[in-house]
């Protein structure tokens, strides 16, 4: 879920998921605002390895993933 926050933050209009998935992730995006993740996207550029980028998204989108 994490990573749809990141494509979409990078401008991405369209997502392609399991349909079991379609719930949770629309969930998600509708408890975070545009302009935050498109700043924690710019941000995320930074970032040499998948493993860093994925624990700097988890702490970035703390609390709204997990409820």
């Known amino acids: 879920p994490i990573f749809a926050l990141l494509l ?3 401008g ?3 997502l392609s998921m399991h349909p079991l998935s379609v719930l ?3 969930r998600i995006l509708r408890g975070v605002k ?5 700043a ?3 941000e995320a ?4 390895s ?3 980028l994925g624990l700097f998204l988890r702490r970035k989108f ?3 993933i997990d409820r």
């Open 8 to 10: 979409v933050g990078m």
């Open 40 to 42: 924690i996207a710019q």
């Open 62 to 64: 703390k609390g709204k």
């Open 24 to 26: 949770e992730i629309k």
């Open 34 to 38: 545009f302009d935050e993740v498109r």
């Open 50 to 52: 998948s493993r860093e």
């Open 45 to 48: 550029l930074e970032f040499e």
């Open 12 to 14: 991405a209009d369209e």
